[in-house]
């Protein structure tokens, strides 16, 4: 039998990414491929849970039994090799146990961890049992973190404050096993979003962001997304965080409104206009995403 020209071996780099369908194309599973597709990458998905939601609100979450959870992922990464994992809404317990034994499976691949709790008008996503086997099951693998601030200090469970520092809550959050978290600042009230990055030693690097106005449905997916795309095309970790919020902010420059609810993220900006370069003054800081979530 003939074989291929080698350079039919070429292929991008492939990320799977675990979450809930969302049929408005704004956020969950969608959301991340149309952000990796984007960014150069081929996306893998396994549906963790599908859902009843437009850009108003989420009306009701149906999770997928968690061995078919399993089946979807063990079967890809039996085909396919992968370059990173990212996760976004997962729907249940029995979920979470499920893809943290997959993933122990393959401990050098780095793992994006979008903790989905709730959706943008407040509708719950995650209750207390799933919040605990996250920091028990999910954490202790992950290599980034990506929630905004009300998910940092949910979280990571602060007791002994009312209203925890957000550097605490990122201490405390790494002491479950992350090697890093970044906490976005678009709920803090602040004049700019403040947007962190945290290690075993502390602030590795903060970037302030012009606000944008509006809502928007799907940024922290995108988010997320796109710094999985990022370690994935082989930048390293900061590299990836900075490049990834610059590409956000594009998103969400370019957001459109189609339905009666939030913004949606243009992922694709890049494919319809030339023009979209961010407003930058050299001598003040850069402009970039207001990185409302979900």
Not at 116 to 139: I, Y
Not at 204 to 218: A, E, F, I, M, T
Not at 235 to 260: F, I, N, S
Request: aromatic share 6%.
């Amino acid at each position: 039998m003939t074989q291929p020209p080698a350079a039919e071996f070429d292929f991008p780099p492939v990320v799977l990414t675990f979450a809930a369908s969302d049929p408005s194309g704004g956020a969950g599973i969608q959301a991340d491929i149309l952000t990796l597709a984007s960014m150069g990458c081929h996306p893998l998905s396994v549906i963790t849970a599908i859902t009843v939601q437009d850009t108003l609100g989420v009306e009701a979450v149906q999770p997928i039994d968690a061995d078919w959870v399993a089946d979807q992922a063990r079967c890809l990464l039996e085909d396919m090799p992968v370059d990173a994992f990212k996760i976004g809404a997962l729907g249940s317990v029995e979920n979470i146990a499920a893809i943290a034994e997959i993933l122990s499976d393959y401990p050098e691949v780095p793992l994006i961890l979008d903790p989905v709790l709730a959706s943008g008008r407040g509708d719950e996503l995650a209750n207390d049992e799933m919040l605990h086997a996250l920091r028990e099951l999910l954490l202790p693998r992950t290599t980034l973190l990506t929630p905004n601030s009300m998910e940092a200090r949910r979280l990571a469970d602060v007791e002994d404050e009312e209203e925890p520092s957000l550097a605490t809550c990122a201490n405390r959050l790494i002491e479950s096993g992350c090697e890093f978290v970044l906490i976005t600042g678009t709920h803090e009230p602040t004049p700019q979003v403040i947007n962190t990055l945290y290690g075993k030693s502390g602030v590795v690097r903060s970037d302030s962001w012009q606000r944008l106005p509006g809502n928007y449905h799907g940024s922290g997916c995108t988010l997320a997304s796109a710094i999985a795309a990022m370690l994935a095309n082989g930048l390293d970790l900061p590299e990836a965080v900075r490049e990834a919020q610059d590409y956000t902010w594009h998103t969400l420059q370019k957001a459109y409104r189609p339905g009666m609810g939030q913004f949606l993220p243009d992922r694709l900006f890049w494919a319809r206009e030339d023009d979209a370069e961010p407003r930058i003054d050299d001598d003040a800081l850069p402009a970039s995403p207001d990185l409302h979530r979900h």
